[in-house]
């Protein structure tokens, strides 16, 4: 692997890290506590290209590569993972799918207005009776000439009262059990569809999760993604690369834990003199160095990986598992180096904390993640 960004590559991180600073941080803290979405902000990131990083410039896509796309969601997370898993979902998920999967036409009038970030996508698999095994599908659809009809409901879907286009996973054929699982297409606005309100979450509060219902909600069959029975491959093989999405969110949430704990250190005093010179307080920003430098290297190994057409399941899953468990303990290293102002939202520290829990549940719980890793090793 070689460790040399290329100059595009260091423009997009320092392009990513100067809107972090000037754009999303001087409103995090009141989004935070207003559960705000930060509907501006993600306009300019579509502005800036950062909506459709990995989507080809035929589909108004910025063209660039996965790693690319690491660098700048670490960036972005560091300062606001709310704003980090908004992007990550649309381009993870939505715009990396469509375009591997989609037809032409849904190439043509979905994923382009994707791309440039003026429409937003959401990508619905959970269910209340479907989280981790998303085997069992009670949402389900059946065909009426050239509509496919759907009844069900979907569970805590990030971006879900915002978006304007919905992936949603739905069981066409029951006895098939997974292979007679199917994508399609939603509308914001098509009649049967709705959702539910914002859930008051315990951290990334600027994101809007909620959950979705479809009462005989009437979509045409080119809305279908990839083909019939096909679903359940489609979530599964879009879910390998969110991971490297996700991973990113909790590197950058470890990272500014970290940049936080060392600022602070450098300047608060105790027993006459400041703390970072105490070997208590080095330990533990050595230990934090050394794991966000390892999630990353994992990380950006997925990424490298997946750039190069070779297969990178078990490298996502690794990386999801490691960040995320990292972007904890650094957030609680953090706090605990702040003491009591940790506590308190004035230090952000515990916006950290609140914001990395996320990372370990969803797009695959840590549990699930070390599963796909068990059976990739045992494979051979």
Request: charged letters at 25%; glycine letters at 8%; one cysteine or more.
């Amino acid at each position: 692997m070689n460790f040399d960004f290329t100059e595009e590559q260091l423009m997009i991180q320092q392009t990513a890290r100067e809107f972090a600073e000037s754009e999303i941080a001087p409103s995090a803290v009141e989004r935070d506590k207003e559960a705000k979405f930060p509907t501006d902000i993600v306009k300019k990131l579509g502005e800036l290209g950062f909506m459709g990083m990995m989507v080809s410039p035929q589909y108004d896509g910025a063209g660039l590569d996965t790693v690319s796309y690491v660098l700048a969601m670490i960036e972005i997370s560091k300062v606001d993972a709310s704003v980090g898993v908004i992007m990550s979902v649309n381009n993870s998920l939505v715009c990396y799918g469509m375009e591997k999967w989609g037809s032409e036409f849904m190439k043509e009038k979905y994923l382009r207005p994707l791309a440039r970030g003026e429409k937003l996508g959401a990508f619905a698999l959970s269910e209340p009776e479907a989280g981790s095994d998303a085997t069992q599908q009670n949402t389900s659809a059946h065909k009426d000439g050239n509509y496919w009809i759907i009844n069900g409901m979907k569970n805590w879907i990030t971006n879900g009262t915002s978006a304007d286009y919905y992936l949603v996973v739905s069981q066409t054929d029951k006895e098939k059990a997974h292979h007679g699982i199917t994508t399609f297409l939603v509308e914001k606005g098509t009649p049967g569809f709705g959702h539910g309100v914002k859930e008051d979450k315990l951290g990334i509060r600027s994101s809007d999760t909620c959950s979705l219902t479809f009462e005989n909600c009437k979509v045409p069959e080119e809305n279908i993604v990839w083909e019939v029975g096909k679903g359940f491959n489609f979530a599964m093989q879009t879910l390998n690369g969110g991971r490297i999405g996700i991973a990113s969110q909790a590197v950058g949430i470890a990272e500014g834990a970290l940049d936080a704990a060392t600022k602070y250190a450098k300047t608060r005093k105790a027993f006459g003199t400041e703390i970072s010179n105490h070997q208590a307080i080095q330990f533990k920003l050595a230990d934090m160095s050394t794991k966000v430098e390892a999630a990353k290297l994992l990380t950006l190994q997925a990424a490298a990986l997946k750039d190069a057409g070779k297969k990178y399941v078990k490298e996502s899953a690794m990386a999801k598992l490691y960040a995320s468990k990292i972007a904890v303990e650094c957030a609680l290293e953090a706090i605990q180096i702040h003491g009591g102002y940790g506590y308190v939202r004035e230090y952000l520290v515990e916006r950290y904390l609140r914001d990395a829990k996320i990372t370990e549940i969803y797009e695959g719980t840590s549990e699930i993640q070390r599963i796909v890793i068990a059976r990739e090793l045992l494979k051979d």
